[in-house]
């Protein structure tokens, strides 16, 4: 099977398909990509898949990618407008 073909059965699984592809493909990553060096600790490894059971079991609480970085400009002058210069 080709790269094309591959990358186009991908895209005609369901949601909660391509959900658990990309649930096993992160489970299998080192195998898979050969990671021998800088790879994670284990306590971040640990929190990356906590933090994904979380997204997976409450997708509400998950928060859009479109507006991401204004968001975080708004978020972040809000932040520095409340910090007063020590004089």
């Known amino acids: 099977m080709s790269l ?5 059965a991908i895209l005609e ?3 909660e398909q391509r959900q658990r592809l990309a649930v096993w493909f992160e489970e299998h990553r080192r195998e898979l990509l050969g ?5 994670l600790s284990e306590a971040h490894e640990a929190e990356i898949l906590r933090r994904r059971d ?10 859009p990618w479109d507006g991401t970085i204004e968001r975080v400009r708004a ?4 932040f520095r407008s409340q910090k007063t210069p020590a004089r």
């Open 4 to 8: 094309e073909q591959l990358e186009s």
């Open 75 to 78: 978020r972040l002058h809000e």
């Open 35 to 39: 990671y021998d060096g800088d790879e």
């Open 54 to 63: 979380q997204a997976i079991a409450h997708p509400e609480l998950l928060e």
């Open 13 to 15: 699984l369901t949601p």
